[in-house]
């Protein structure tokens, strides 16, 4: 910010606050926006990291005073707050927080809310800024942004922006996400809509790109020379919750594999930026999701794999088939895992499989990348010796225990040569606990300064559908492969990685 | 947690590799070490602020408490603790009796993280040469804090003199939330206008003494180009020593920042309303904690201390000392370098006219242990050589008897 003396790039003391704004959250009384959103808003106060004049709407049906809303959203926050409570601070807030009743095809409740927005640029100074936070269906979206359009509260000026966040899922294939994001930039321009995967919020998506450009040793074997297949898991132990009615239209891989997987693959395949730029780094993902290729049409019954969970036991407890939850029908089809193998179709990654899956009910909530690197061309030693070791492997957890392993071998210690494998741990709450910032709070913080880094752009989101739709196309009429509550996926899945002569990671 | 009563430095360094060995999951790695000089007094408060921090950002702790200079003989007590009172690392709290004080680092270089920067914090009287303190001289980043000084402002002064990048002060850490509301109230102003914003002066008003106030105010000058000072207030400041910051701005507009005393303060700008933020007050170890987030020299520091005290130069220092001997018990063994020999002008570049002024520079012999009788000839060893040392414990108050003692050993330092 050149324009304010005070401001020096070498002070990085001082925290990067935004221009005084307003949110507003369509959809304020939903479990998203209690357990997430409103915490994040009194985690970045209390970082003192949202700007002096800041002010919070909320949009709901619900019939509420300005009072019960400051309630909830007090209990809300301090419940899931990630920093100390400190009641000074949320006062402050609460004095900035506006709630505004109203179904959204009701043009009286956006008349309100535009002149609330009005009032609260004199009163508070917010300088007619504002980011508007679609925490609803994807179904309302075009009810809401015509209300916007019509009330003129989507045009940003030279004086003032006006941004919008949208959750995934960004449609349903490649069709209605285009439509979909023809409606949005249709009202906001491409630059104010910010798509929200939260994925990308996490430290390590982000020390992925410090890992692999920051240092030397990793870049060079980065490449199809050196690694031999590439796995990337999100694994959930949860069901479905009481999501049935979402879950049965949508199912695992658009839930999951089009976008965090997709997203994560991207980061961990694309080349170099040109710079740390959103621009730079959204071109290079879009580069290599462009590049992705799936399995040939007679291939796909062998490395396209989707799962359903039958009844079983996990962690102890009795868990229900996908088929028995509530508000799913009982012959349904829908998966809640899916496996498949890509490739990148680019010279530094020609012929090296990447193995992506995803599931619900499986043993443990983990997600994780895994670069299985080739043997190596020649061992001196006897072959009894190596028996124990596998390939080396680099991983990099996402979630839980944010962080990094190498697995390598070892010599076993005694008077035998053996060698066996063994894992190097870099746990990165170990060397900075710095209570880094929740996913949303980073996400939230960037769409009120404006940077997308972190945001996939709409071209990203088509070309992963245009990956995502010849599976969904193939796995139609098909039934999915049972698996059992609690284990590591379908058999199939397995057998696909056994046809290539290799085995999934235990995450 | 082991307590080890009149041990050696091998003999901790073997506590904590078995401690380690036998305390299960423990920490893989860390990135730093944390070196805290502390009074005795002020070992509990240290020792908390210490752990607050390593909490945020894990390290090894080492904590020194250097007791009684003046006892006859050395001796070494220390505790090892991992995964006990001081957070989750590994810590020891050692202390050290008698003229190990004076050459601590001999047991700490053994302690530190492998290639790990090393941060030396002073939760005492700041040193008045940090290459005096050999605990200063390895560290990577080298935390003080005036306003532990009799005289905050002197203290600064000091800092200024004494400065090499990768020094800092608490009492700058302590003016991080007002600088960032002063800039974030900028930035609205610059938002609303959409151009330039110009300060052509203000004042800080607040009490002149404290060393966080003279700093907001250098950080002020400096970046703005003019010259804003800190005028005396009849109303107690707060815990920074600020009671409120005007700026005059370009355009006839003013802005102003007023601590509300209940944690925030109120912000005046023009065409906006009255606005409040949080302006908490930060324990000890929040601030250590901000420290120890970046461990590269703080220029705007260095910026803001050269406008307070008119150095110049501040941050093109070299950023690595030379450790100068320095013996407590004979102050005034510098105030004749050239005593004894024709080759005793070695006063350090550190050491610059004004602090030589105020104290005498010391002379610098080429290693410590050419001008240490104890480090050659092992005190523990032989106490009976601390014999002729007895009377200059007392030399602080009678100069003269020093003057008379140092003579002898001077010779001996080239």
């Known amino acids: 910010m050149p324009t304010n003396p005070l401001r020096d790039p070498r002070d990085r003391r001082l925290p990067r606050v935004p221009e005084p704004c307003a949110l507003v959250v369509f959809g304020i009384t939903g479990d998203l926006s209690r357990k997430k959103l409103l915490p994040a808003v009194y985690d970045l106060a209390n970082r003192g990291l949202l700007p002096t004049n800041f002010a919070l709407l909320g949009f709901a049906r619900r019939d509420w005073g300005d009072v019960e809303f400051s309630e909830l959203a007090r209990s809300a926050a301090r419940e899931h707050a990630r920093t100390p409570w400190r009641e000074e601070v949320w006062e402050r807030l609460a004095n900035s927080v506006r709630f505004v009743q109203g179904s959204f095809?009701?043009?009286?409740?956006?008349?309100?809310?535009?002149?609330?927005?009005?009032?609260?640029?004199?009163?508070?100074?917010?300088?007619?800024?504002?980011?508007?936070?679609?925490?609803?269906?994807?179904?309302?979206?075009?009810?809401?942004?015509?209300?916007?359009?019509?009330?003129?509260?989507?045009?940003?000026?030279?004086?003032?922006?006006?941004?919008?966040?949208?959750?995934?899922?960004?449609?349903?294939?490649?069709?209605?996400?285009?439509?979909?994001?023809?409606?949005?930039?249709?009202?906001?321009?491409?630059?104010?809509?910010?798509?929200?995967?939260?994925?990308?919020?996490?430290?390590?998506?982000?020390?992925?790109?410090?890992?692999?450009?920051?240092?030397?040793?990793?870049?060079?074997?980065?490449?199809?020379?050196?690694?031999?297949?590439?796995?990337?898991?999100?694994?959930?132990?949860?069901?479905?919750?009481?999501?049935?009615?979402?879950?049965?239209?949508?199912?695992?891989?658009?839930?999951?594999?089009?976008?965090?997987?997709?997203?994560?693959?991207?980061?961990?395949?694309?080349?170099?930026?040109?710079?740390?730029?959103?621009?730079?780094?959204?071109?290079?993902?879009?580069?290599?999701?462009?590049?992705?290729?799936?399995?040939?049409?007679?291939?796909?019954?062998?490395?396209?794999?989707?799962?359903?969970?039958?009844?079983?036991?996990?962690?102890?407890?009795?868990?229900?088939?996908?088929?028995?939850?509530?508000?799913?029908?009982?012959?349904?089809?829908?998966?809640?895992?899916?496996?498949?193998?890509?490739?990148?179709?680019?010279?530094?990654?020609?012929?090296?499989?990447?193995?992506?899956?995803?599931?619900?009910?499986?043993?443990?909530?983990?997600?994780?990348?895994?670069?299985?690197?080739?043997?190596?061309?020649?061992?001196?030693?006897?072959?009894?010796?190596?028996?124990?070791?596998?390939?080396?492997?680099?991983?990099?957890?996402?979630?839980?225990?944010?962080?990094?392993?190498?697995?390598?071998?070892?010599?076993?210690?005694?008077?035998?040569?053996?060698?066996?494998?063994?894992?190097?741990?870099?746990?990165?709450?170990?060397?900075?606990?710095?209570?880094?910032?929740?996913?949303?709070?980073?996400?939230?913080?960037?769409?009120?300064?404006?940077?997308?880094?972190?945001?996939?752009?709409?071209?990203?989101?088509?070309?992963?559908?245009?990956?995502?739709?010849?599976?969904?196309?193939?796995?139609?009429?098909?039934?999915?492969?049972?698996?059992?509550?609690?284990?590591?996926?379908?058999?199939?899945?397995?057998?696909?990685?056994?046809?290539?002569?290799?085995?999934?990671?235990?995450? | 947690?082991?307590?080890?009563?009149?041990?050696?430095?091998?003999?901790?360094?073997?506590?904590?590799?078995?401690?380690?060995?036998?305390?299960?999951?423990?920490?893989?790695?860390?990135?730093?070490?944390?070196?805290?000089?502390?009074?005795?007094?002020?070992?509990?408060?240290?020792?908390?602020?210490?752990?607050?921090?390593?909490?945020?950002?894990?390290?090894?702790?080492?904590?020194?408490?250097?007791?009684?200079?003046?006892?006859?003989?050395?001796?070494?007590?220390?505790?090892?603790?991992?995964?006990?009172?001081?957070?989750?690392?590994?810590?020891?709290?050692?202390?050290?009796?008698?003229?190990?004080?004076?050459?601590?680092?001999?047991?700490?270089?053994?302690?530190?993280?492998a290639d790990a920067p090393v941060v030396t914090w002073w939760h005492e009287t700041p040193p008045e040469l940090i290459a005096r303190d050999a605990l200063g001289v390895i560290a990577n980043r080298r935390i003080t804090d005036s306003a532990m000084a009799a005289d905050p402002v002197a203290a600064l002064r000091n800092r200024a003199h004494d400065y090499a990048p990768g020094d800092t002060d608490l009492a700058w850490t302590r003016s991080t939330p007002w600088r960032a509301t002063l800039a974030s109230t900028l930035d609205s102003v610059s938002g609303r206008r959409g151009d330039l914003v110009r300060v052509h002066g203000g004042q800080v008003e607040g009490d002149p003494e404290s060393a966080t106030a003279q700093l907001v105010a250098g950080w002020l000058s400096a970046r703005c180009g003019c010259t804003i000072q800190v005028v005396p207030t009849a109303r107690v400041p707060g815990s920074a020593g600020i009671d409120s910051v005007e700026l005059r701005l370009d355009q006839d507009e003013v802005v102003r920042l007023q601590d509300d005393r209940k944690g925030g303060a109120v912000i005046n700008q023009p065409f906006r309303p009255e606005a409040i933020v949080a302006l908490p007050d930060r324990s000890l170890g929040e601030l250590i904690g901000e420290e120890l987030r970046r461990l590269d020299s703080d220029e705007p520091y260095s910026e803001a201390l050269e406008a307070v005290t008119g150095a110049t130069g501040l941050s093109a220092r070299p950023n690595c000392r030379d450790h100068v001997w320095y013996d407590p018990m004979r102050p005034q063994q510098t105030s004749e370098p050239t005593n004894g020999n024709g080759n005793g002008n070695g006063s350090p570049p550190s050491a610059s006219p004004a602090a030589s002024a105020a104290t005498p520079a010391p002379t610098v012999p080429d290693d410590s242990t050419d001008a240490d009788e104890v480090a050659e000839s092992g005190e523990h060893d032989s106490p009976a050589d601390d014999s002729d040392e007895q009377p200059v414990v007392q030399s602080p108050d009678a100069p003269s008897a020093a003057a008379g003692g140092a003579p002898t050993r001077k010779a001996r330092t080239r």
């Open chain 1, 105 to 507: 095809d009701d043009d009286n409740a956006f008349d309100e809310l535009a002149s609330n927005l009005a009032e609260l640029e004199g009163s508070h100074g917010i300088g007619g800024n504002a980011a508007f936070y679609l925490s609803i269906p994807p179904a309302m979206f075009p009810t809401v942004l015509k209300q916007m359009q019509r009330t003129g509260m989507a045009e940003s000026s030279p004086d003032r922006w006006r941004r919008v966040v949208v959750e995934k899922p960004f449609g349903t294939d490649l069709a209605s996400s285009r439509e979909l994001n023809e409606l949005v930039d249709s009202v906001f321009t491409a630059d104010d809509v910010f798509r929200i995967d939260h994925y990308l919020g996490k430290e390590t998506v982000q020390n992925l790109l410090a890992l692999r450009f920051a240092n030397t040793m990793f870049e060079p074997i980065w490449n199809g020379h050196h690694v031999d297949s590439v796995q990337i898991t999100m694994a959930e132990d949860v069901g479905i919750g009481g999501r049935a009615g979402f879950y049965e239209k949508t199912g695992a891989a658009r839930d999951v594999l089009q976008n965090h997987l997709l997203q994560l693959l991207a980061l961990t395949a694309m080349e170099e930026p040109v710079e740390f730029s959103a621009e730079e780094i959204r071109t290079e993902k879009l580069k290599v999701l462009r590049a992705v290729s799936v399995p040939a049409e007679d291939d796909m019954v062998q490395f396209a794999i989707r799962g359903q969970y039958q009844q079983g036991w996990l962690a102890g407890q009795r868990a229900n088939g996908y088929r028995q939850e509530d508000g799913v029908a009982s012959d349904s089809s829908t998966e809640t895992y899916a496996a498949v193998r890509l490739g990148v179709e680019t010279r530094r990654w020609a012929g090296v499989p990447f193995y992506l899956r995803t599931g619900k009910r499986l043993p443990r909530r983990v997600t994780e990348i895994a670069l299985v690197f080739k043997r190596a061309p020649h061992l001196p030693f006897a072959p009894t010796d190596t028996e124990e070791l596998g390939h080396n492997q680099l991983v990099i957890r996402v979630q839980p225990d944010e962080g990094m392993t190498l697995k390598f071998g070892s010599k076993v210690p005694g008077s035998v040569m053996e060698v066996r494998d063994v894992a190097m741990d870099f746990l990165y709450g170990e060397q900075f606990t710095e209570a880094s910032p929740e996913a949303y709070e980073r996400l939230l913080l960037d769409v009120l300064l404006g940077d997308a880094t972190l945001f996939p752009r709409n071209a990203e989101v088509e070309a992963s559908w245009a990956v995502i739709d010849p599976l969904e196309a193939f796995w139609a009429d098909t039934e999915p492969h049972p698996y059992r509550a609690g284990e590591w996926g379908p058999r199939a899945a397995d057998a696909m990685l056994e046809a290539d002569g290799r085995l999934w990671r235990r995450p």
């Open chain 2, 1 to 113: 947690m082991t307590t080890l009563w009149d041990t050696t430095g091998s003999a901790v360094v073997k506590e904590l590799a078995a401690q380690r060995r036998t305390g299960g999951a423990v920490m893989s790695g860390v990135a730093l070490t944390l070196v805290v000089v502390a009074d005795e007094g002020r070992v509990a408060e240290a020792e908390q602020a210490a752990s607050a921090a390593a909490e945020v950002h894990p390290c090894r702790l080492l904590v020194v408490v250097r007791r009684q200079v003046e006892a006859p003989v050395p001796r070494l007590d220390a505790e090892v603790l991992i995964g006990g009172r001081l957070g989750p690392g590994e810590a020891v709290v050692m202390r050290m009796y008698g003229r190990l004080g004076l050459h601590a680092e001999s047991v700490v270089l053994p302690l530190l993280a």
